[in-house]
Structure formats: structure tokens, C-alpha cells
């Protein structure tokens, strides 16, 4: 039961951060991580970048899957 909501969390975890990553990419518009506007904590900054780099990872991943597959097509 645990592992299933930890499961769920972390999901939707990576999902907001694609949904970021996507965002950045379309307008150029990502979250602001300057020291002065996070905590004091060391790591918060660390943690973050992190965070947004496993979304930009995830979309990267996809976009190649999906440029293989004959469900999608590129317009433009």
C-alpha cells in the first residue's frame, strides 16, 4: 500500500517536472532558483536543479520514443 502511494507521488513527480521542462522549451520560461529566493539551506538550490533535470531527461527520452513510433508525426 505504501510502495503504491510512494509509486504515485513519484510519478506525478516527474510528470510536473516534464511539464516544466516543456514549458521551458515552448517559452523559454523556467523557475526562478536564485539563493535569495529559496531557504537558506545549502542543498535546497542543489535539490531543484536536480529535480528540473530529471524533467528535461524525461522529456528528452520521450521525444526520441516517440520519433520512432508510427503513432506520431512531426508538423511544423
Same mark, same amino acid.
Given at each position: ?7 504515485? +507521488? ?5 510528470? @510536473? &517536472? /516534464?511539464?516544466? /521542462?516543456?514549458?521551458?522549451? &515552448? ?11 529559496? &531557504? ?7 535539490? @531543484?536543479?536536480? +529535480? ?18 508510427? +503513432? ?5
Amino acid at each position: 500500500m505504501v510502495l503504491g502511494k510512494l509509486t504515485h +507521488y513519484a510519478f506525478d513527480a516527474v510528470l @510536473i &517536472s /516534464a511539464f516544466l /521542462a516543456g514549458v521551458r522549451r &515552448s517559452t523559454g520560461l523556467t523557475p526562478s532558483v536564485k539563493s535569495e529566493n529559496l &531557504s537558506e539551506t545549502p542543498g535546497v538550490k542543489k535539490w @531543484i536543479d536536480n +529535480y528540473l533535470w530529471v524533467g528535461e531527461v524525461m522529456m528528452d527520452q520521450s521525444v526520441a520514443v516517440f520519433s520512432t513510433s508510427s +503513432y506520431f508525426e512531426r508538423k511544423r
